[in-house]
């Protein structure tokens, strides 16, 4: 009962920017999005997370909508290393609503 | 990031043993910590959220019986597979979070049990 819609599969050529777009328009007020991606036979990787503000790390970016239902994660300069299968989550740090529900993400194969 | 541990990384072990699988959050104190196993090619399936001190919560169609789950201090949880079966072959990957502290949580590197 995964509650974020995205793309089955992506393909990005190395060195261009990476969207990768997510849906999430039952949001709670006191839900943040988080992104996730998981490298074949790895645990995944926290990548980065947001509750209203746009946010940047060293990783990506995250773009929420002004109205919470979707919201874009941004890979600036996509390289073979970031093929992955991307997973973008809703849920509360904190109370009954605090797990982490994976849905069936995205898998995003860089390419030359 | 934070880092959490898991270990072993892969298991074998025969049908009808136990396997007793750790997590440890090396550099912070997990309030809660999730459970999940993942089939190839599939996504995680959340079995578990535990919290610190107390009895953890299984979703549903998890068998508690069977996957027992300890999260007796602030950095460690474990998971045991009691009476294993083929079918529990896996891959079990563990996940840890702050709690209020922090919002995200930090996942381990996962371990593949396979029962012969």
């Known amino acids: 009962d995964a509650k974020t819609t995205q793309p089955t599969s992506m393909d990005c050529a190395e060195g261009r920017a990476a969207n990768l777009p997510c849906n999430h328009s039952?949001?709670?007020?006191?839900?943040?999005v988080y992104w996730y991606r998981q490298i074949h036979s790895q645990g995944p990787q926290y990548i980065i997370h947001?509750?209203?503000n746009n946010e940047t790390n060293e990783m990506a970016s995250l773009i929420i909508t002004e109205d919470r239902k979707s919201s874009t994660l941004i890979l600036p300069h996509a390289t073979l290393r970031d093929t992955a299968v991307y997973y973008c989550?809703?849920?509360?740090?904190?109370?009954?609503?605090?797990?982490?529900?994976f849905g069936t993400g995205t898998r995003l194969q860089v390419t030359l | 990031g934070a880092v959490v541990s898991q270990h072993p990384s892969w298991v074998i072990c025969k049908s009808g043993t136990s396997v007793k699988i750790e997590c440890r959050s090396l550099?912070?104190?997990?309030?809660?910590m999730f459970w999940y196993r993942q089939f190839p090619k599939q996504s995680l399936m959340l079995m578990a959220t535990?919290?610190?001190?107390?009895?953890?919560?299984?979703e549903q169609g998890v068998e508690k019986d069977k996957f027992l789950i300890n999260h007796a201090s602030l950095t460690l949880s474990t998971l045991t597979v009691t009476s294993a079966h083929p079918e529990d072959s896996s891959f079990y990957i563990c996940?840890?979070?702050?709690?209020?502290?922090?919002?995200?949580?930090?996942f381990g590197q996962g371990t593949r049990l396979t029962v012969v």
């Open positions: 550099d912070f104190q997990a309030t809660t």
């Open positions: 947001g509750l209203k």
């Open positions: 996940s840890a979070r702050e709690g209020a502290a922090r919002a995200e949580a930090f």
């Open positions: 989550i809703v849920s509360s740090p904190t109370g009954t609503a605090s797990k982490l529900t």
């Open positions: 535990s919290n610190e001190g107390s009895k953890a919560t299984y």
């Open positions: 039952t949001i709670s007020g006191n839900e943040y």
